[in-house]
């Protein structure tokens, strides 16, 4: 039997179970439209407001922010052991050590940025609230 045969089945079969599934929890879904379906849920207790409110982008940008660290931790600690590998193997400092620093420096640069707009600041002091209004 030909590979290809083979993924094409297998690509076939993981389109069609889907769409299956969707088509047949179509036809046996209850279609009785009612508004009480329609209102928002907040668990069994009455919705009062609006369901569209604001939230703060500090909350976003903290989640980015910890996500962008959490990420380069995560790379951080494989390149030590091919740091210490690399440098069992004689290769030159600046091949090894490089392309981490490089990465390292655009992160310090991100970090400065977000530092400097204001994302990593959560609270702002007195001082800083008087300098805005003036």
Known sequence: MND???IGAL???GVLIPFSMMAVSY???PTVPETSKRATYESGEIP???TRIRFNIQYYMVALL???FD???VLLFPWA???QDALAADIPLVRALGPMLLFVAI???GLAWAWRKGAVQWARTPRQLETDRL
């Open 81 to 83: 052991v091919a740091y």
């Open 71 to 73: 990420i380069e931790t």
């Open 11 to 13: 690509a076939l079969v």
């Open 4 to 6: 290809w045969i083979a």
């Open 66 to 68: 910890f996500v962008v």
């Open 27 to 29: 036809l046996l879904r």
């Open 107 to 109: 992160l310090l640069v």
């Open 48 to 50: 009062t407001g609006g």
